[in-house]
């Protein structure tokens, strides 16, 4: 179960993303990502996963968050994240339960993905994927992350890309993904993580 604080801060910076919440007009793609978040021995984590290694495809054996394209069918971005997180990992409510988007956020390939923070509390349970398009999921520490985000001097400014890299067991989180948790983490300052001037 997420703590009460948890949920609070998270409706906070959902609350706060209205700056990030125009999809970019001159997107050729549309998509959409949920960043599934639990707590783990009183640790706020995140679920990601890793894609696997396709030849052709871009992303191969990049750190993502679970999401995909909006398909014509799809009713709306919130109903197309949930429907990729059921096909990807088998996560479905009501142990996945979303808290709202946390904006738009656009890949060099000019694709706007929406992202939708969630709370998942079944981080025990097995997760199957399809290893056709995942080689591994991780569950990062947050901690971890706003550590490099403080050291690096990452809060309060928005890197360039080619700095804007969060090391994670030997893999390197960088583009989009890497600029969407820059943005969770700064949102969630102060509530959870230390910035570099904090005493």
Known sequence: MISGKTFYALRRLVENSGTMTAPDSNARHFASVVLPVFEKNSILHI?????????????????ALP????????????????????????????????????????????????????????????????????????????????????????????????ELIYPFQGLEIWGVTARILHFFIEGLLPDFFQTPNAS
């Open 67 to 162: 999401g995909g394209h909006i398909d014509k069918t799809d009713t709306n971005a919130l109903f197309a994240g949930l429907r990729e997180l059921k096909e990807e990992l088998g996560i479905t409510p009501p142990h996945i339960i979303p808290v709202g988007s946390m904006g738009h956020f656009q890949t060099i390939l000019n694709t706007d993905i929406e992202v939708f923070v969630a709370t998942w509390d079944a981080y025990d349970d097995e997760v199957a994927f399809d290893r056709k398009e995942i080689s591994e999921i991780f569950h990062i520490p947050l901690p971890e992350l706003a550590d490099h985000h403080a050291s690096a001097g990452f809060s309060g400014r928005i890197p360039p890309i080619d």
């Open 47 to 63: 679920l990601a996963i890793l894609k696997a290694d396709n030849g052709g495809y871009p992303w191969s054996n990049q750190v």
